[in-house]
């Protein structure tokens, strides 16, 4: 089994052929493993030093750049060194072998650096998470989002609400050993109120609609729509590249084809689904295109936006109708308007009725503008307070509210400190400082080796 008293190595940067590779070492026997690399002494602490790197029969693999990080100031909080070297598969697979050569020194499992990091107290959980979320960051937006949990926006939050409460059960268990000294039987009114806010406070961070969560898994949104009006022509146009089937044919698109679009920074996961027939044409079909209808209604319901696609070269008046009270995540796409100009112009008034063409583009401008708007929309909820990103916090802050407002209606002080003592523990939760064992695993596990 793995223990820290291992020295860690590993390659950081991607595999693969590259300009530069990075490699980094950690732990007690780092110092020695890359003197005997080198041949040298260790430079400098933290200033690039030009070194040639041997392997063990003392051939030279490749010269580089050696960094030199002494704990505690160091990422892992341990002696930790990183060679930047050429990265070729030959270059790196040479320096690898020459590490496991190292007495006490073996190749790194996944996130093994960060979790020494953490273990180290340089990183609190919900900031390895961001840590993680910063390297799987897509677009604009998740990018953004990760660097303030990886910066400790949701950490400060949380201990600025575990001080308060810390506080507060400080004075009721005051109050319980010293009885004699409070003025009455109740419960501080004053430490009542700092229960309060803090539980107001929680309760507005948990009414973010899952923005967060959201934002870091991406948006979703349905393509729906009778059969050939066009879903997978446009779907292709959005995703600039050939990803569903189109045919003249009714009915080719059998189950769902995802893309994942960057729409002005923000994720989108759109779904082409099977086209939706009318009632009397729905005997008609087989199984497995009925079964691809009802997965398309599912689909519609959970996410973020609908994209309903009509064709223009029908009946306008039915257009029409289907436009009015339309909510917002709901858009109505005309589509082939190169085969009706005039007439599909007049009903795009309204901002989530939008003409396109998905043969020539035309409107598709428009139609990328509009969901982006809405996506914007979505993310500024979670704006104001800071941010949950993931299912573990979101239970985590129900816990600690749930305690806090059953302690808030006792009357017993025993009971008021017990219900504070389990939303502390809650909190505690989110951090990562109680029961995190089998938290870990999980969040180490979305690290790449090398991390
Ligand atoms: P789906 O069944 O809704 O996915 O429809 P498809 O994308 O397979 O398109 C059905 C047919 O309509 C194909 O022959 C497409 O080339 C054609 N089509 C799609 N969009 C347009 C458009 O904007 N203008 C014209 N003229 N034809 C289109």
Known sequence: MTTSSDTIFALSSAPGRAGIAVLRVSGPATAAAVEALTGQPLPPPRQASLRAFHSPGGEVIDRGLLLWFPGPKSFTGEDLAELQVHGGRAVVQGLLDALGAQPGCRIAEAGEFTR???????????????????????????????????????????????????????HVEAEIEFPDEAI????????????????????????????????????????????????????????????????????????????????????????????????AEVESVGAIEREGMRRSLERAESADLTIEVRDATEDMETVRIATEGLEAGRFIVLNKIDLSPTESACLCSSGHVIAVSAKTGEGLDRLIQALQDRLRDLSEIGKSSPVITRARHRLALEDCRAALVRGQGSDSPELFAEDLRLALRALGRIVGRVDVEDVLDVVFRDFCIGK
């Open 184 to 279: 009455d039987e109740d419960i501080d009114p004053q430490i009542k109120e700092v229960v309060a806010q803090a539980e107001r406070q929680i309760e507005a961070a948990l009414a973010d609609r899952g923005v967060g969560e959201r934002l870091r898994e991406g948006f979703s949104a349905v393509l729906l729509g009778a059969p050939n009006v066009g879903k997978s022509s446009l779907m292709n146009r959005l995703a600039a590249r050939d990803v569903a089937i189109v045919s003249e044919e009714a009915g080719t698109t059998r189950d769902v084809i995802e893309v994942s679009l960057d729409l002005g920074g923000y994720p989108l996961t759109l779904a082409d689904t099977a086209g939706l027939r009318s009632a």
């Open 116 to 170: 020494r990091a953490f273990e180290a107290g340089k990183l609190d959980l919900a900031e390895v998470e961001g840590l993680a979320d910063l390297i799987a960051a897509e677009t604009e937006a998740q990018r953004s989002q990760a660097l303030r949990q990886a910066d400790g926006s949701l950490s400060g939050q949380v201990e600025a609400w575990a001080q308060s409460l810390t506080r507060a059960l400080a």
